[in-house]
């Protein structure tokens, strides 16, 4: 069992929907969770981090964690063309050396046609 | 302000060769990190280095080898490039090495044939 799962999708809805993207994972000494944006042939953009469970809002976007599930989402209200990219999870704990080094899922595909 | 930025864009080499790819961190930034992303998965760490140090280092072979130099650019090096070499190679800086608010590179694609 990987550490952290995620579908790959693809994910296909129709423009303006509300879409709901989840990630579970095993290791309970996980603290940050973070999810990222990747566009074909980019490196990954940082969309949005929390610490601990509960909700997080900025924009379009709300990121939740549920620690006693073990499981992440990232919902995106009214869904735009420009979001059809690769949503990766990314989750992390400290290290023996005080990094926090972050473990990816796998990314899911979401394709928002107009 | 100039984002983390890596050399080359792509790049061929035969198996056996070696590369050396390279990333400048956004400014400021003291702790870079390289990932390797194979098509269809998410990135899978490699290094970290904060301050010079090597502060972090993933499941990957004594082939793959970094460092950072003084003004925190950093360097990744893979020795007798195998076939399963070929991917996305990723370079990410922050502030510290915390990596919550990493910025990343847009890669090197490195293909060995």
């Known amino acids: 069992q990987k550490e952290v799962e995620q579908d790959p999708g693809p994910l296909s809805v129709p423009e303006g929907a509300i879409v709901s993207l989840n990630c579970t994972y095993s290791n309970s000494a996980f603290q940050y969770f973070m999810w990222y944006r990747q566009y074909s042939r980019k490196g990954p953009e940082l969309l949005m981090y929390?610490?601990?469970?509960g909700n997080k809002e900025d924009g379009r976007f709300t990121a939740q964690v549920d620690k006693s599930s073990k499981y992440i989402s990232l919902f995106i209200r009214d869904s735009q063309p420009s979001d059809s990219a690769t949503y990766l999870c990314a989750m992390s704990h400290p290290t023996s050396g005080g990094s926090y080094i972050p473990t990816f899922g796998r990314g899911t595909s979401l394709i928002v046609h107009p | 302000d100039a984002g983390v930025t890596q050399s080359p864009t792509h790049l061929i080499k035969t198996r056996g060769q070696q590369v050396t790819l390279r990333c400048s961190p956004i400014s400021g930034h003291k702790s870079v990190s390289w990932y390797q992303q194979v098509l269809g998965q998410g990135p899978q760490f490699i290094f970290q280095?904060?301050?010079?140090?090597?502060?972090g280092r993933g499941n990957f072979p004594d082939r793959f080898s970094a460092r950072q130099f003084p003004n925190y650019s950093s360097e990744l090096n893979v020795n007798a490039l195998l076939l399963g070499d070929s991917a996305l190679y990723l370079c990410?800086?922050?502030?510290?090495?915390?990596?919550?608010?990493?910025?990343f590179g847009q890669g090197t694609r490195l293909t060995v044939v």
């Open positions: 990410a800086s922050s502030w510290t090495t915390g990596n919550t608010e990493a910025f």
């Open positions: 929390t610490y601990s469970s």
């Open positions: 280095y904060y301050e010079k140090e090597e502060r």
